[in-house]
């Protein structure tokens, strides 16, 4: 089933030297989308193309169908997902996370073991291709997790 733009809300949280041109590509493709950045101002180009900002890596996953996260660190990657604001507490029922950040593999065990036992689904995802990569929409990403996605619980 692929996902259509009309019905699906994508949020993305880190916005810097590759996530902000990823962030550009699902909005230019149609997507509604949330973003959120520690440092705002990296979110502007977005906003002015019609993104939507929200205050914390929660409010992002409390309006979205599907989130996206590329941050710099494996630090990162547990701030945004097990944080005081993070996704794994506000994300929506059957909502789909997806970590694009390069990290440790025992944390992305730890985001989907959490994740399945709050009804989500979460993927593994670290790319290659760096930031001309991401600004030309040419990145190769390995996909991590389970090999069937109940689509009934899907929002897509």
Not at 6 to 18: A, H, S, Y
Not at 61 to 75: F, K, L, N, Q, R
Not at 82 to 98: C, K, N, Q, S
Request: hydrophobic share 45%; aromatic share 6%; proline share 7%.
């Amino acid at each position: 089933m692929a996902l259509k733009p009309e019905n699906t809300r994508v949020g993305f949280v880190g916005l810097g030297i590759m996530g902000g041109s990823m962030a550009g590509h699902l909005l230019a493709a149609g997507y509604p989308l949330q973003v959120y950045n520690r440092s705002p101002a990296k979110a502007e180009p977005l906003l002015a193309a019609g993104a939507t900002w929200q205050d914390s890596p929660a409010g992002v996953a409390a309006h979205s169908d599907a989130v996206i996260t590329m941050v710099g660190y494996p630090s990162d990657v547990e701030a945004v997902y097990f944080g005081e604001t993070g996704l794994i507490e506000a994300a929506r029922p059957g909502a789909y996370l997806v970590d694009m950040t390069t990290s440790e593999p025992a944390l992305a065990v730890r985001i989907a073991e959490s994740a399945v036992a709050r009804g989500l689904h979460a993927l593994d995802a670290p790319v290659t291709g760096g930031d001309l990569g991401a600004r030309e929409a040419k990145l190769s990403i390995m996909v991590g997790g389970p090999t069937r996605i109940s689509r009934r619980s899907s929002p897509c």
